[in-house]
């Protein structure tokens, strides 16, 4: 089994749309998490951090659920820059990430 | 320089040669990181370096793998006797603790014929 799981996509919404995706994690002692967004060709480029309590920032809300072991990412109002893949990261050990395979979103005019 | 700098950004080589792949963390970060990225695949970690040692190199796939730090700042990635399924996008990323944001490098693509 996969250190981390994600739903591939793609997700294809227009301009504007609300888009929800999910990543599974294994090792329920997992320290820390992450979402990460990589552009095609580009380096992977940290996102934003995902807390217990759950975060916001701008249109981008993260979620975690340590029970049932799941992340989730939610953009509102979707810009046409929001095209790219995004990857759920998992901290192990407090050093080693582990990367989901990324979740592909086109948002389209 | 501002960011992780890895050089060169692309080399293609030829089947059973050996390779070198330099990365140049931010200035500071004593975390480093080595990941491997194929075409539709998230980042496949490698090797991680707390510092000039090795603290965990479980994800280097053989012996013909093996990463170095001397002196805690640029690590080099050597790769002997390559193989066309080492083709990939190799990745470094910096940290400046254990728990804070690694920032990676463009990468190396790496293409064996």
């Known amino acids: 089994r996969k250190e981390v799981e994600q739903d591939p996509g793609p997700f294809n919404v227009p301009e504007g749309a609300t888009v929800a995706f999910n990543c599974t994690y294994s090792?329920?002692?997992?320290?820390?998490f992450f979402w990460y967004r990589q552009d095609c060709r580009k380096e992977p480029k940290l996102l934003m951090s995902v807390y217990s309590s759950g975060n916001e920032d701008g249109r981008f809300t993260a979620q975690l659920n340590r029970a049932s072991q799941y992340i989730s990412l939610l953009i509102r109002d979707s810009k046409l820059s929001d095209s790219a893949t995004y990857l759920c990261?998992?901290?192990?050990?407090?050093?080693?990430?582990?990367f989901g395979a990324g979740t592909t979103v086109t948002v389209r005019a | 320089g501002a960011g992780v700098s890895q050089t060169p950004s692309n080399k293609v080589t030829e089947k059973g040669k050996y390779v070198e792949l330099r990365c140049d963390p931010i200035?500071?970060?004593?975390?480093l990181y080595w990941y491997r990225q194929s075409l539709g695949q998230g980042p496949e970690f490698l090797i991680y370096?707390?510092?000039?040692?090795?603290?965990?190199d479980s994800g280097l796939p053989n012996d013909r793998f093996f990463a170095v730090r001397p002196e805690g700042s640029v690590s080099t990635l050597k790769i002997q006797r390559t193989e066309r399924g080492d083709s990939a996008v190799y990745l470094c990323?910096?940290?400046?603790?254990?728990?804070?944001?690694?920032?990676f490098g463009q990468g190396t693509r790496l293409t064996v014929v």
């Open positions: 090792n329920s002692a997992s320290q820390s």
């Open positions: 200035s500071g970060h004593t975390a």
């Open positions: 990261v998992v901290r192990q050990f407090d050093y080693k990430l582990s």
């Open positions: 370096f707390q510092g000039t040692g090795a603290a965990d």
């Open positions: 990323a910096s940290s400046s603790g254990l728990n804070t944001e690694a920032f």
